[in-house]
Nanobody, 124 residues
Framework: QVQLLESGGGLVQAGGSLRLSCAASGRTFSRPVMAWFRQTPGKEREFVAAITWRAGIIYYADSVKGRFTISRDSGKSTVYLQMNSLRPEDTAVYYC?????????????????WGQGTQVTVSS
């Protein structure tokens, strides 16, 4: 089984930066697709970015393109989300997720392993 542990959240002013980390342990090769989602109270969980371990294929939500960068360090089994030019609307709990096979990379239902989440708060 695969376990995911997020870290790096916090409070930052608008325009600032944060880097989230997602450390994966266990049979990580069984989950070749890694992603970040975020959720605010009363709203559905929203896709942010995804990356594949082997080829490094990357996907972004339109709302974060040009501001966020997803990357992975296979040696450390860790996926990162570098978030720049943060906005108050980026405030959310950010979740790391893993999947064996995705048909729709933005669909939460395609991911079966989730971390506990890390809070990101952007003040105006």
């Amino acid at each position: 089984q695969v376990q995911l542990l997020e870290s790096g959240g916090g409070l930052v002013q608008a325009g600032g930066s944060l880097r989230l980390s997602c450390a994966a342990s266990g049979r990580t090769f069984s989950r070749p697709v890694m992603a970040w989602f975020r959720q605010t109270p009363g709203k559905e969980r929203e896709f942010v970015a995804a990356i594949t371990w082997r080829a490094g294929i990357i996907y972004y939500a339109d709302s974060v393109k040009g501001r966020f960068t997803i990357s992975r360090d296979s040696g450390k089994s860790t996926v990162y989300l570098q978030m720049n030019s943060l906005r108050p609307e980026d405030t959310a709990v950010y979740y790391c997720a893993a999947a064996t096979l995705v048909r729709v990379v933005t669909a939460t239902s395609d991911y079966d392993i989730w971390g506990q989440g890390t809070q990101v708060t952007v003040s105006s």
